[in-house]
């Protein structure tokens, strides 16, 4: 069954610094998710990442796909407050095209 | 596009008592997900649809949970006898196809006293 785990699980980051949310799933995957979900509200969708080697970005956000590595990042660049949310990886995984598994999500907090 | 729309958005209910979710998923997208999120966890995945046909549910679903999604458009998910544990958002989520963009519903809250 499809593991996904992310680290760090909780990121106190300084505003104007930048750091790396990775993300690792333990079978081959075709599709790698990241999501933005705020308190109390539902998921916000960020980055759809289909190959190896894929690469996209979105003001001060990142995301790599590496599909050898079976890993994602998500890098931060030059951290706002109003990036202190909780972010998640999604991805399928072995036999299952539909089963999208979640990461544990990592709790990101950006302060002065 | 209106966005994918979930209702009720909160319901409080019994222990025992049965509950009905309705998600009605972006136009044209054949896709549709199911999903349950507690207080601090992840999303875990419960079901998910292409069209009207119920491809995998989670070992998760006992027999108190189905859902449907009878003319591949709306998709309802219904807990019979719910239990405390069954307290949770409960999210939708379409796409069009797979490997695109999947977005989700505000969710469905649930409390079960």
């Known amino acids: 069954e499809l593991k996904v785990e992310q680290n760090p699980l909780f990121l106190s980051m300084q505003e104007g610094k930048n750091y790396t949310i990775y993300c690792n799933y333990s079978t081959t995957s075709d599709r790698l998710y990241w999501y933005r979900q705020d308190p109390g509200k539902s998921l916000e969708s960020l980055f759809v990442l289909l190959s190896n080697g894929a690469v996209k970005q979105e003001g001060r956000l990142m995301a790599s796909l590496d599909t050898k590595a079976r890993l994602s990042t998500l890098h931060i660049t030059a951290a706002v407050h109003d990036l202190s949310a909780t972010y998640f990886c999604?991805?399928?995984?072995?036999?299952?095209?539909?089963?999208?598994?979640f990461g544990q999500g990592t709790i990101l907090t950006v302060h002065p | 596009d209106t966005g994918v729309s979930q209702d009720p958005r909160h319901k409080i209910t019994k222990r025992g008592q049965n509950v009905t979710f309705r998600c009605d998923p972006i136009s044209e997208h054949n896709r549709l997900y199911w999903y349950r999120q507690t207080l601090g966890q992840g999303p875990e995945f419960l079901t998910y649809f292409q069209n009207e046909a119920q491809l995998e549910k989670s070992r998760l679903l006992s027999d108190r949970f189905s859902a449907e999604r009878p003319k591949g458009s709306f998709s309802t998910l219904e807990i019979q006898r719910t239990e405390q544990g069954d307290s949770a958002m409960y999210l939708c989520a379409s796409s069009r196809n797979p490997g695109n963009t999947i977005y989700f519903g505000e969710g469905s809250w649930l409390t079960v006293v």
């Open positions: 999604q991805c399928a995984g072995g036999t299952s095209y539909g089963k999208l598994t």
